[in-house]
């Protein structure tokens, strides 16, 4: 890959075990490929992470993956020019990773999943048609969003609102199948005793600029 931005990836690990950042970073080899890696963790996880920068944040009743990303979205932003957040459980094709260069001011990019069962099955991999979880936007662009919605607690529909309120800002954010990120399937959602289905559903219905207006955004730097 060429080294004309500099670019960040972010992900999310609060509460959860060392082997699943052991497997994200190794499934996707984000450093041979010039990307820097951001983890959000809670205090007192001792996640290890080496050569990545680690945020901790205190831990909340209610999980929420919009405060959890943005805590490293943020520190992502001040260093590189394009920032992707995925899920741990995710690997990002060369392809995929490549695409990302392409982000600009404006024009961004956010993947469906196919699914897989482990690494080492990914000539197995169907498309999940309804889940994405991997959005792909210039620094500028996540800053002008203030990053993801932090009312809606628990997780899901996190990255459909993003897009959707970055194609209303302008940005040109496509949904894609292809090229491949894939999702390493398992029965056991992480964080699952947080969802907190009923206030997402209230949340994804409300303004898209509201988000940008609260008090909130402050975090950013933004004018309310």
């Not at 080294?3 to 970073?25: D, K, P, W, Y």
């Not at 800053?143 to 309120?165: Q, W």
């Not at 302008?170 to 398992?186: A, D, L, T, W």
């Not at 206030?199 to 730097?221: D, L």
């Amino acid at each position: 890959m060429s080294n004309h931005s500099a670019i960040a990836c972010v992900v999310t690990a609060c509460g959860l075990n060392q082997e699943l950042v052991n497997r994200f970073m190794v499934a996707n080899r984000l450093y041979e490929n010039g990307i820097e890696l951001f983890v959000t963790t809670f205090k007192g996880d001792n996640i290890s992470a080496p050569g990545a920068t680690v945020t901790e944040i205190d831990r909340t009743d209610i999980f929420n993956i919009g405060y959890a990303s943005n805590a490293g979205i943020r520190k992502a932003t001040d260093c590189c020019d394009i920032v992707i957040k995925t899920d741990i459980d995710c690997i990002l094709s060369p392809e995929c990773l490549e695409q990302i260069e392409s982000t600009e001011f404006r024009k961004g990019f956010c993947w469906r999943y196919w699914e897989v069962e482990n690494e080492e099955s990914i000539d197995k991999a169907t498309l999940n048609p309804r889940t994405m979880g991997t959005v792909s936007l210039s620094a500028s662009d996540w800053y002008n969003l203030s990053g993801y919605d932090e009312r809606m607690e628990g997780y899901g529909f996190d990255d459909f609102d993003v897009c959707r309120r970055a194609r209303l800002s302008g940005c040109m954010v496509p949904i894609q199948m292809e090229p491949k990120v894939y999702h390493i399937s398992h029965d056991e959602k992480h964080n699952r005793s947080t969802i907190n289905p009923l206030n997402r559903r209230a949340n994804i219905e409300v303004s898209a600029s509201e988000w940008t207006n609260t008090e909130a955004s402050k975090k950013w730097g933004c004018l309310v």
